[in-house]
């Protein structure tokens, strides 16, 4: 099967009709459409597919227990209304490479995986990369069972309800003692290489980044018969907290966005007694990050002091600084630069952005293939990545499992 026809049989799967983006959120119906797609290709191409104990999805070629395998793959939930690329290009890309690989008659001395990580995005139970994490043991069970979504929902009840066992979950070292190299295809959220003008990079390091929540906690009253100087109003400070963020990341070049927001009692006309925002943050170094972060909860604080606001700061979830294992980038660097003009190298770049293969980077030897984006949009329907860049992608993926598994 074909890139193209791959791309447009998944390409409806969880789709909004009203956003127009996709709403994949972890063990829901359209997650569990997602996963019907993975296990029908993998059986297509005759690949042993097993699930493992935290629900990320597995198709192997050769014996899965023989040690020093070669794995690629992402995840194919979404943010909400999110975009059609961050994810599912590289798990389709996985599919597409391996396609080629066989099609060149290229033999392989290595295992090869793969992989479809389940609850990357974080969308429905608020933290980033669950499934890589508990198979990394950076997230306990204590932890993983306390999760819950926006309607109150533990993760375990969720995975129960999706017909899997959440008494199972946890780190699964010996499957990871398996893994000689994981290789993440994911589309650029940027645009270096649009300015550049190259179709392919490599990745060099992911930035530290986090997520911060902010309770503002005020008085709920009548909107209409309180007066302004009786009021303890909680968004007043969280307004201001919010350009706080954004002129703390533009003074640091880094980044800073509060993009979730939650008001009690909610209503037009009420004062809110609690108005609660969340912060991600990210920055090139951690000097940085902290410079950003610190100089926000300064200014949180000091606003919420001055409108008698009582405010309570928790940091959620924290990623430090990933560098991706040095020989294996220079590897693709190599096998990648061979049909290319000595003095045309292939670009490498860093991200803000998370990803598995940052989470399993403490274990295994990791490294990512960035694809084109021209509009630089992610998380968003305007997400895009022209099909013969996708195929470009594809081919440099083949080239790379070739150079590492194949004789």
């Known amino acids: 099967m074909s890139f193209h026809s791959m791309w447009a049989e998944l390409l409806p799967v969880g789709r ?89 008659q290229a033999e392989f001395t290595r295992p090869l995986a793969l992989v479809n990580f389940g609850d990357e995005e974080g969308a429905r139970f608020g933290l980033a990369c669950v499934g890589s994490r508990l198979t990394a043991g950076q997230l306990t069970v204590e932890q993983a069972h306390k999760l819950t979504d926006g309607d109150g929902v533990t993760l375990p009840r969720a995975m129960e309800a999706a017909g899997f066992d959440p008494d ?64 303890r109003d909680p968004m007043l400070p969280y307004a201001e907290t919010v350009l706080a963020a954004r002129r703390e990341a533009r003074l640091a070049g880094a980044v800073a966005t509060f993009g979730k927001i939650s008001v009690e009692p909610n209503g037009v006309n009420a004062i809110p007694s609690l108005v609660r925002g969340w912060l991600d943050s990210r920055a090139a170094d951690q000097a940085t990050l902290d410079a950003v972060v610190g100089g926000v909860e300064d200014a949180a604080r000091d606003y919420a002091e001055a409108h008698g606001i009582d405010l309570d700061i928790v940091r959620e979830s924290f990623t430090p600084v990933v560098e991706f294992d040095h020989a294996l980038r220079d590897e693709l660097a190599r096998i990648l630069g061979r049909e290319r003009e000595p003095e045309l190298k292939i670009p490498v770049l860093g991200t803000g952005a998370g990803h598995d293969a940052g989470i399993l980077s403490g274990d295994i030897p990791t490294t990512m293939l960035f694809v084109r984006n021209p509009t630089g949009v992610s998380h968003s329907p305007a997400e895009f990545a022209a099909e013969d860049d996708c195929v470009a992608g594809v081919r440099a993926l083949a080239d790379v499992l070739e150079g590492l598994a194949c004789r």
């Open 168 to 231: 199972a979950i946890g780190p699964d070292p010996e499957r990871l003692a398996r893994i000689g190299a994981f290789v993440e295809l994911h589309v650029e959220q940027g645009r270096a290489l649009d300015l550049s003008g190259d179709q392919v990079g490599i990745a060099s390091a992911i930035w530290p980044h986090g997520r911060w929540r902010f309770d503002f906690r005020g008085e709920a009253n009548h909107a209409g018969t309180t007066r302004l100087v009786d009021r």
């Open 16 to 104: 909004s009709s009203a956003s127009g983006g996709y709403r994949r959120y972890a063990w829901t119906g359209a997650d569990a459409d997602c996963r019907a797609w993975f296990k029908g290709q993998a059986e297509a191409r005759g690949l042993a597919y097993e699930v493992d104990r935290n629900g990320n999805q597995w198709a192997w070629l050769g014996d899965p227990t023989a040690g020093d395998a070669v794995v690629t793959g992402s995840h194919l939930d979404s943010v909400p209304d999110g975009g059609a690329f961050d994810g599912p290009l590289g798990v389709v890309s996985s599919f597409a490479a391996l396609d080629e690989l066989r099609a060149r």
